[in-house]
């Protein structure tokens, strides 16, 4: 390691600290901020049906959880409702959605978004005009319920729910395996840079990982929860999943090759590329988080970001792996 690092010791770094974590940290919450400020966002249990009455005008976008929403006004923006049924009788700017109830668009209604039901009836009456495409998806729902339990698995169902979490769980892990190696191959100059890093820095690398775990844990499903309310959301929502996933797996290389170099001869350690003990220590680990994925879902995304956390950190202070910290030279 000690050579490693001198042949990188010509490097221009950056000064590294409690920064690269803030700045993080600011990003989540400046994405979350601009969410909630992009349209007046309202939310309730329960009550009365939420209405816009005609002559109202609301500037954003209205969504409530289980509460029914009438529009005889005018929404610049989305009205969405996790549960409740939607009516409209008005103009609605963007799109219409209810994951739970019926949507019905009287004659005098105007969407120039898309409308969806997911779950509930979709009514249209004569005259009504929807500009963008009209989706009525039960067996939808019914898919998005077979995700949840395959998420959150219910004792009771049955052989069908364990073959497919184990089908799910396979997948995911030779994904995962897949995409560790290719950034071995194709990064072999980034990913010793950043295990450089997180064998000089471990504690703080730990500790930058794991924080940056907890906010995206605690951002992600307010953001998720944003972007869900729009038809148009859900594909950036899966994109922003998978370039999430994408950066826990380069952590979790970093981490395996970390491990080889207790594995290998030191001339071996030296040597950029994938070798047989990287290759073993990546198995080992996306084997350990299939099998815990199977039986406890939750518990295999929990046990990735913690084994990934102290890669993931190395990754921020290197800069992605591209500059060695200066606290990292001096250790």
Request: with cysteine; aromatic share 2%.
């Amino acid at each position: 390691m000690k050579r490693l690092l001198g042949r990188l010791n010509r490097s221009r770094a950056w000064p590294i600290g409690m920064r690269s974590l803030r700045l993080v940290l600011a990003v989540l919450l400046g994405a979350g901020l601009a969410g909630l400020s992009a349209g007046q966002v309202q939310a309730q249990a329960g009550g009365d049906a939420l209405t816009v009455p005609a002559g109202a005008h609301v500037a954003g976008s209205i969504a409530t959880v289980s509460r029914d929403i009438r529009v005889d006004g005018v929404v610049d923006g989305d009205v969405t409702s996790w549960g409740g049924s939607i009516t409209i009788a008005g103009s609605v700017g963007g799109d219409v959605v209810s994951y739970g109830g019926a949507v019905t668009i009287l004659a005098t209604g105007r969407v120039y978004g898309h409308v969806l039901a997911a779950e509930g009836a979709l009514r249209r009456e004569a005259g009504a005009q929807v500009a963008g495409q009209i989706i009525q998806s039960q067996a939808g729902g019914e898919a998005l319920a077979s995700l949840i339990d395959l998420v959150a698995p219910d004792s009771g169902a049955g052989s069908a729910g364990a073959a497919g979490r184990v089908l799910l769980s396979g997948t995911a892990a030779a994904l995962l395996a897949a995409a560790c190696l290719l950034f071995g191959s194709f990064w072999p100059r980034r990913m010793h840079i950043a295990t450089a890093t997180l064998a000089a820095l471990t504690l703080r690398s730990t500790a930058v990982g794991l924080l940056t775990t907890l906010a995206l844990g605690l951002a992600l499903p307010l953001l998720g929860a944003i972007l869900s309310a729009a038809v148009l959301g859900i594909p950036l929502l899966l994109l922003l999943l998978v370039l999430l996933l994408a950066g826990y797996a380069y952590a979790l290389a970093v981490v395996a090759q970390l491990a080889s170099t207790r594995l290998r001869t030191s001339a071996a350690a030296q040597r950029p590329g994938l070798a047989g003990p990287t290759v073993g220590v990546v198995a080992a680990l996306v084997l350990l988080l299939a099998l815990v994925t199977i039986v406890a879902p939750v518990g295999g995304l929990v046990l990735l970001g913690a084994l990934s956390s102290p890669g993931l950190g190395a990754v921020i202070l290197s800069r992605g792996g591209m500059i060695l910290p200066l606290a990292a030279r001096a250790g």
